[in-house]
C-alpha cells in the first residue's frame, strides 16, 4: 500500500524559515501531481502549492513570492520551502499525491497524517 510519509514541521518564530517533505513508498505507482495544503483551526483545508510531474506550479496567494514547492522524482519525494513565515501560517500542513497505481490501472488520491507547523509572534 502507498504511503506517504512527512516531516520538517515544528515551532519558528515570525520570518523563519521552515523545509517540509513528503516521500512516496510501498507500491508499483506513478505519481501524476504532488502538492501541499494546510487546515487552521476552525478553517477549511486549502490548497498551498501544487506541482504536476510536468507543467506550471501553482500557488495560493496568500503564499506567492515567500514559499516554493519542487520535487525530486527518482526520491518520489515533494518539497515545501517556507520562507518570511507568518503567524497566520500556522496550520497543520498535509502533503497529497495523485497516483497512479499500475495492478489496478486506478489513480487514487492519497494523503499525508499531517504535520504541524507553528509561527510565533
Known amino acids: 500500500q502507498v504511503q506517504l510519509v512527512e516531516s520538517g514541521g515544528g515551532l519558528v518564530q515570525a520570518g523563519g524559515s521552515l523545509r517540509l517533505s513528503c516521500a512516496a513508498s510501498?507500491?508499483?505507482?506513478?505519481?501524476?501531481?504532488m502538492g501541499w495544503y494546510r487546515q487552521a483551526p476552525g478553517k477549511q483545508r486549502e490548497l498551498v502549492a501544487t506541482?504536476?510531474?510536468?507543467?506550471?506550479?501553482n500557488y495560493a496567494d496568500s503564499v506567492k513570492g515567500r514559499f516554493t514547492i519542487s520535487r525530486d522524482n527518482a526520491k518520489n519525494t515533494v518539497y515545501l520551502l517556507m520562507n518570511s513565515l507568518k503567524p497566520e501560517d500556522t496550520a497543520v500542513y498535509y502533503c497529497?499525491?495523485?497516483?497512479?497505481?499500475?495492478?489496478?490501472?486506478?489513480?487514487?488520491?492519497?494523503w499525508g497524517q499531517g504535520t504541524q507547523v507553528t509561527v510565533s509572534s
Open positions: 510501498g507500491g508499483a505507482f506513478s505519481i501524476r501531481t
Open positions: 497529497h499525491a495523485l497516483i497512479f497505481l499500475w495492478d489496478a490501472r486506478r489513480t487514487d488520491n492519497y
Open positions: 506541482i504536476p510531474t510536468s507543467g506550471s506550479t
